[in-house]
C-alpha cells in the first residue's frame, strides 16, 4: 500500500512538473531545455501509473512474477524515454540513434505487455500449456525485432528481417492461441493440427523471405497451412466462450464462417498466382469472401458479448470474509445473528457450528452461483 501511494505521489508530482514547465514555455518560448524537461515529467507520471497495476500483481502469489517482470519492464521503457527525450548518444557519441530507439521502445513495450499476460494466466488451467511458448516465442520475436531495428545494412536487408519478424509474430500467435487448455499428454486432439500448420506456415514463409522460390506448389501448402492454422486456432478460442445451449449455434455459424472466408481467400489467391487464369472468377471470390469475413466479425463480437453476459459474479470468498448467518436455535427457538464457525447460543449456551461451502466446479473451480444449465459454464463439465 505505502509503494502505490508512493507511485501515486510521484505521478502527481512529475505531472505538476511538466504542466508549470509546458506552461512556461508557452509564455517565454522556451528552448529544447524546457520541452526537454516536460517530456521527462510527463513520461515520469506515464510510468509512475503503470507502476500501480504492477505493485498490485506483486502482491499476490500467484501474479508476482508477472508483477516483477512489469515493474522491471516500465523501469527499462522509463530509461529508454530518458535516453530519447535527453539524445543521450549524440551527446556521447556524436551521432543519433533517434528511429531505433524509438523503435526498440515500441517493440520493448509490446514484448513487456505480452510476456506479462502470460505470466499472470500461467497458473490458469487454460494457460498452463501456452505460456512458456507464449513467452518464448515473444522473446524470439523481440530480438529478430531488434535485428532489423539496428542492423546498419540497406533497407532491402531490413526488410527482410522485418517480415521474418512479422512471419513468426502472426504464426507464434496461432500456435499459442492452438495451445489453449491443450493437455500436453493427448497427441490425437485436434488442436495439435494448428499447431503443426502454424509451424509449417512459418517455415514456408521465412523461406520465401529469404530464399525466394516462388514454387507454385510452395505457395499453394502455405496458404492451406495458414488457413487451417487460423480455423483451428479461432475454433479454439470461441469454445472458451460461455454459452447455453440454445446459444452454441451462433458459435457454430461464426466458425463456418470464417473458414468460408479463409477458403475463398485462398481459392483467389492460388487462382491469381498459380493459374494466371479466368478458371475462377475472382471478383465473385472477393465478394463472398469479404461477406464471410463480415458475418464471421460480427458473430466474434456477438459471442463476446454473449460470453460476458453468461458469466457468474465472481463473488467474494466466504473463506476470506468474515460472514455471519441468521439461526434458530434448536433448542430454546430463539433467532440469533451467529459468526461463521465455532458459536454459542446467546440464551441456552447451546453450541453451533456453522460452515458455508461455495457451489464450485470439480474440474476448474468455477463459482456456479445462479447455474440453471448441468454443466458448467467455464469447461463444460457435468455437475449435476
Keep these: 500500500m505505502r509503494l502505490r501511494k508512493l507511485f501515486l505521489r510521484i505521478?502527481?508530482?512529475?505531472?505538476?512538473?511538466?504542466?508549470?514547465?509546458?506552461?512556461?514555455?508557452?509564455?517565454?518560448?522556451?528552448?529544447?531545455?524546457?520541452?526537454?524537461?516536460?517530456?521527462?515529467?510527463?513520461v515520469l507520471a506515464v510510468a509512475s501509473g503503470l507502476m500501480l497495476p504492477a505493485s498490485g500483481m506483486v502482491d499476490r502469489e500467484q501474479t508476482r512474477s508477472a508483477g516483477l517482470v512489469g515493474m522491471g519492464a516500465v523501469i527499462v521503457e522509463f530509461l529508454l524515454s530518458l535516453v530519447v527525450i535527453w539524445d543521450v548518444p549524440l551527446l556521447l557519441f556524436g551521432r543519433g540513434y533517434e528511429?531505433?530507439?524509438?523503435?526498440?521502445?515500441?517493440?520493448?513495450?509490446?514484448?513487456?505487455?505480452?510476456?506479462?499476460?502470460?505470466?499472470?494466466?500461467?497458473?490458469?488451467?487454460?494457460?498452463?500449456?501456452?505460456?512458456?511458448?507464449?513467452?518464448?516465442?515473444?522473446?524470439?520475436?523481440?530480438?529478430?525485432?531488434?535485428?532489423?531495428?539496428?542492423?546498419?545494412?540497406?533497407?532491402?536487408?531490413?526488410?527482410?528481417?522485418?517480415?521474418?519478424?512479422?512471419?513468426?509474430?502472426?504464426?507464434?500467435?496461432?500456435?499459442?492461441?492452438?495451445?489453449?487448455?491443450?493437455?500436453?499428454?493427448d497427441w490425437r486432439n485436434w488442436r495439435w493440427g494448428g499447431v503443426l500448420a502454424s509451424i509449417i506456415a512459418c517455415v514456408l514463409w521465412t523461406g520465401e523471405v529469404w530464399i525466394g522460390s516462388g514454387s507454385d506448389i510452395g505457395l499453394v501448402v502455405f496458404c492451406g497451412a495458414l488457413s487451417l492454422a487460423a480455423i483451428l486456432a479461432y475454433t479454439n478460442l470461441a469454445l472458451l466462450c460461455p454459452l447455453k445451449e440454445a446459444q452454441t449455434w451462433l458459435r457454430t455459424v461464426t466458425i463456418v464462417a470464417l473458414a468460408v472466408a479463409a477458403v475463398l481467400i485462398d481459392l483467389f489467391v492460388i487462382n491469381d498466382e498459380v493459374f494466371h487464369?479466368?478458371?475462377?472468377?475472382?471478383?465473385?471470390?472477393?465478394?463472398?469472401?469479404?461477406?464471410?469475413?463480415?458475418?464471421?466479425?460480427?458473430?466474434?463480437?456477438?459471442?463476446?458479448?454473449?460470453?460476458?453476459?453468461?458469466?457468474?459474479?465472481?463473488?467474494?470468498?466466504?473463506?476470506?470474509?468474515?460472514?455471519?448467518?441468521?439461526v434458530i436455535c434448536p433448542r430454546c427457538r430463539k433467532k440469533h445473528t451467529l459468526p461463521l464457525?465455532?458459536?454459542?447460543?446467546p440464551t441456552c449456551e447451546l453450541r453451533i457450528h456453522t460452515r458455508i461451502e461455495e457451489p464450485r466446479c470439480p474440474n476448474c473451480g468455477y463459482l456456479l452461483y445462479g447455474l440453471k444449465s448441468d454443466r458448467c459454464p467455464e469447461c463444460g463439465t457435468q455437475v449435476r
Aim: glycine share 10%; proline share 3%; charged share 10%.
Design 11 to 42: 505521478m502527481l508530482w512529475s505531472l505538476a512538473a511538466a504542466a508549470t514547465g509546458g506552461v512556461l514555455a508557452v509564455l517565454f518560448g522556451g528552448g529544447d531545455l524546457i520541452w526537454r524537461v516536460i517530456g521527462t515529467g510527463t
Design 99 to 185: 528511429e531505433p530507439l524509438l523503435l526498440t521502445l515500441l517493440h520493448f513495450g509490446l514484448g513487456a505487455v505480452v510476456v506479462v499476460f502470460f505470466l499472470k494466466f500461467r497458473h490458469t488451467r487454460q494457460a498452463a500449456t501456452a505460456w512458456l511458448p507464449g513467452v518464448l516465442l515473444t522473446v524470439a520475436t523481440f530480438c529478430l525485432a531488434m535485428i532489423a531495428d539496428w542492423l546498419q545494412e540497406p533497407l532491402e536487408v531490413r526488410a527482410n528481417w522485418w517480415e521474418t519478424t512479422g512471419a513468426l509474430a502472426a504464426t507464434g500467435a496461432l500456435t499459442v492461441a492452438c495451445l489453449i487448455t491443450l493437455p500436453l499428454a
Design 277 to 326: 487464369s479466368t478458371l475462377l472468377d475472382g471478383s465473385l471470390l472477393a465478394r463472398g469472401a469479404g461477406a464471410a469475413s463480415i458475418v464471421s466479425a460480427c458473430g466474434t463480437l456477438a459471442l463476446l458479448v454473449l460470453a460476458r453476459l453468461n458469466r457468474n459474479i465472481d463473488y467474494e470468498s466466504f473463506t476470506t470474509t468474515p460472514v455471519q448467518i441468521t
Design 341 to 345: 464457525g465455532q458459536a454459542g447460543c
